[in-house]
């Protein structure tokens, strides 16, 4: 894994929902974390800018996960719309 120099600025969402803004500002907080302790330890410690690196790629996973999780979400609450309006054969 290539160690990062400094934590990368996320993306601001377009048009963002309350969920993408409060990881827009989760990952905001944490690139000021982390490039707070690297300026205070000093550029040459390797050992914190692989930690952050770690960080940095949990955090993305986790963004997906989430993502993923609301989009199964609206899909259950479209289905269940779906169905309820549907006669027992229309389901078959």
């Known amino acids: 894994m290539k160690p990062l120099h400094a934590y990368p600025h996320p993306e601001r969402p377009q048009n963002p929902s309350p969920l993408e803004m409060a990881i827009y500002n989760s990952e905001l907080k944490a690139k000021e974390f982390h490039n707070k302790r690297i300026a205070q330890k000093g550029q040459a410690n390797e050992d914190l800018k692989n930690k952050m690196a770690r960080d940095f790629n949990h955090l993305q996973k986790e963004k997906e996960r989430i993502t993923a999780h609301a989009r199964l979400q609206t899909d259950l609450k479209e289905?269940?719309?779906?169905?309820?309006?549907?006669?027992v054969t229309q389901l078959k």
């Open 79 to 87: 289905y269940r719309e779906l169905s309820a309006s549907s006669t």
